[in-house]
């Protein structure tokens, strides 16, 4: 296959779409590299790309963590020799409730995980990719980084703060072969997005985002999957700083 080569690292691979698009991209000959803190998601994980055919590695690693992120970099390269997608996914989802009750210690939960670990992220797999001259990079932000719901105003930032880091990314290195895009799903069906309902019940709120969502469904992880494997492929060569919705409609 074309890809046999080809080194993928993705970060938030022990679950839901991190996890989907590792079987994805080990389906399409990828040699995947599995990053979570979750140690036992993670061989999971691992475990589930060998039964399909597919080869890899897993590496335990905070993301929000400088020296776990350099650690993850550098095994990779000192394992495979190069990284050439980076999906850089993890992240957490903040409890519903009333804008003035959020505790710091979960502001800045969210905001080292969702932001630092995207940040960090890209930090140390670019000059990987800057010395190859190639790479391709998709940051996960969320139909909330478009337009935030209720109850969530710290989720919603830490998610347009990913779009802002993703586009001013993007242009610094368009030219250097490095394309930098980000992928916002909205509703797709997760143990992230199932854990919702538990603290929405408390906040009080009543969503009506399932009324924005015409397609009258959630979506699946492999259906973000999918849209993350373009982007990482030359199909989508013009394509950097660009924002990718898979939200069956929730942010229109
Ligand atoms: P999930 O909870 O199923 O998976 C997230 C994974 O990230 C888990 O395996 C978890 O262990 C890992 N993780 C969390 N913090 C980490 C850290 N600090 N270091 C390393 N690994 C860490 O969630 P999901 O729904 O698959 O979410 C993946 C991404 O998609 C997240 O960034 C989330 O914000 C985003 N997202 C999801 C939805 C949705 O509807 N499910 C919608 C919008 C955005």
Partial sequence: MSNENRIVVITGAGSGIGRATSIKFAEHGYKVVVVDFNEVTGEETLALIRNHGGEGLFIKADV?????????????????????????????????????????????????????????????????????????????????????????????????????LTKGAAIEFANKGIRINAVCPGGIVTPLFKSVGETLEKSGYVPEEMSRVRMGRHGEPAEVAEAVLFLASDKSSFMAGAVVTVDGSLTV
């Fill in 64 to 164: 929000s963590k400088v020296e776990d992120v350099e650690n993850y970099v550098n095994q990779t390269v000192d394992t495979y020799g190069r990284i050439d997608v980076f999906f850089n996914n993890a992240g957490i989802i903040q409890k519903f409730a009333p804008f003035t009750t959020v505790e710091m210690e979960e502001y800045d939960r969210i905001m080292d995980i969702n932001v630092k670990g995207i940040f960090l992220g890209m930090k140390y797999v670019i000059p990987v990719m800057e010395k190859q001259g190639k790479g391709a990079i998709i940051n996960t932000a969320s139909s909330a980084g478009i337009r935030p719901e209720h109850s969530i105003a710290v989720y919603s930032a830490s998610k347009h703060a990913v779009i802002g």
